[in-house]
Antibody, heavy 116, light 109 residues
Framework: QVQLVQSGAEVEKPGASVKVSCKAS????????MNWVRQAPGQGLEWLGI????????SYAQKLQGRVTMTRDTSTSTVYVELTRLRSEDTAVYFC?????????WGQGTLVTVSS | EIVLTQSPGTLSLSPGERATLSCRAS???????LAWYQQNPGQAPRLLIY???SRATGVPERFSGSGSGTDFTLTITRLEPEDFAVYYC??????????FGQGTKLEIK
C-alpha cells in the first residue's frame, strides 16, 4: 500500500532554515510527482510546489521563490523541502502529497514552529 | 495565478440534508483539472473528486462533482455525521501552480 512518512516536528528560530523529509513506499517512486503543501494554524491549505522525482525538476509557488528548495534521493525514495530565512508566518504543518490523478496520497504532516 | 473562491464560507445543515458547495475560478481551469478534498481536524486532507467529476477510490456515491471552465460544484446528498468537515477545491491544470480555494466549513446545524 502507498505510504508517505514524514520526519518529525521542528522548532527553529527566525532567520534559520528547516528541511523536512517525506519517505515514499508502496509504489514506483519515480513515476509520480510529489507536491508540498502547508497549513498555518487555523488556516487553509497553501500549495508550495512540486518535484519530479525522476529528473528532479521543480516548480515553486511564486510567493516562496528564492526561499524554497525541493530535492529528492531516489536511492531512498525520499523527497525533501527546505525553507530558508524562516519567519513566524512560516509556522505551519507541512504535508507531502503524491500527484496521481490529483493529490491522492498524503503524508501525516510535519509541524514546523518558528519562534525566538 | 488562478484564484479559486469557495462559497459559502460556512454551511450549516442537518444530517440527511443535501449540501451544495461552490468553487469559482478567476480564469478557466485547464482540462477541468479541478479536485475536491475533505479535511477533518488534525488530519491530512483526503481526495474526494478529481477531474471535476470523477470520484476517487473508496469515496461514497453520495459525493459528486460537476462543472467546467470556471464554475464547479461539490454536492453531498443525504449528509452523514462523518461528512461534517472542511472542504477545499484545488486546480492543477495550470503551469504547475496548483492553487487551493480558501475552504468551506460544513457544520452541523
Amino acid at each position: 500500500q502507498v505510504q508517505l512518512v514524514q520526519s518529525g516536528a521542528e522548532v527553529e528560530k527566525p532567520g534559520a532554515s528547516v528541511k523536512v523529509s517525506c519517505k515514499a513506499s508502496g509504489y514506483t517512486f519515480t513515476s509520480y510527482y510529489m507536491n508540498w503543501v502547508r497549513q498555518a494554524p487555523g488556516q487553509g491549505l497553501e500549495w508550495l510546489g512540486i518535484i519530479d522525482p525522476s529528473g528532479g525538476g521543480t516548480s515553486y509557488a511564486q510567493k516562496l521563490q528564492g526561499r524554497v528548495t525541493m530535492t529528492r534521493d531516489t536511492s531512498t525514495s525520499t523527497v525533501y523541502v527546505e525553507l530558508t530565512r524562516l519567519r513566524s508566518e512560516d509556522t505551519a504543518v507541512y504535508f507531502c502529497a503524491r500527484q496521481g490523478l490529483a493529490a491522492d496520497y498524503w503524508g501525516q504532516g510535519t509541524l514546523v514552529t518558528v519562534s525566538s | 495565478e488562478i484564484v479559486l473562491t469557495q462559497s459559502p464560507g460556512t454551511l450549516s445543515l442537518s444530517p440527511g440534508e443535501r449540501a451544495t458547495l461552490s468553487c469559482r475560478a478567476s480564469q478557466s481551469v485547464s482540462n477541468n483539472f479541478l479536485a475536491w478534498y475533505q479535511q477533518n481536524p488534525g488530519q491530512a486532507p483526503r481526495l474526494l473528486i478529481y477531474g471535476a467529476s470523477s470520484r476517487a477510490t473508496g469515496v461514497p456515491e453520495r459525493f459528486s462533482g460537476s462543472g467546467s471552465g470556471t464554475d464547479f460544484t461539490l454536492t453531498i446528498t443525504r449528509l452523514e455525521p462523518e461528512d461534517f468537515a472542511v472542504y477545499y477545491c484545488q486546480q492543477y491544470g495550470t503551469s504547475r501552480d496548483y492553487t487551493f480555494g480558501q475552504g468551506t466549513k460544513l457544520e452541523i446545524k
